[in-house]
């Protein structure tokens, strides 16, 4: 069971469609799927005015998400948002085990 971070950087002339778009359509996911928890944060470091900004998407839940919410998640948000500069990199974490520091070994 994971959580979803996703990140891009984001033409600041369409912030706030980007912005619309992807609440809006974590709105909908959040009633698709039972437990989801969303977030839209920006890079906190100084960006000069008109310069692209890092936005990071965030999707856990209790318990976690299981492959069939990912990949739902995934499809749902591919193509967002407007304003997209380069493409949406998306990374999975799990929580660590007590006593675990490395990653499982395959």
Known sequence: MVELYVYYRIDPAQGEAARAQVEGQQALLR????GLQTGLLRRADAVPR?????WMEIYRRPG????????????AMQALPTGRVGPRIIERFE?????????PVS
Request: charged share 15%; with cysteine; net charge negative.
């Open 31 to 34: 009633t698709g799927i039972d």
């Open 50 to 54: 008109g310069a692209e900004a890092t």
């Open 95 to 103: 929580p660590l085990t007590p006593g675990e520091v490395a990653a």
């Open 64 to 75: 976690g998400l299981d492959a069939a919410a990912c990949a739902l998640i995934e499809a």
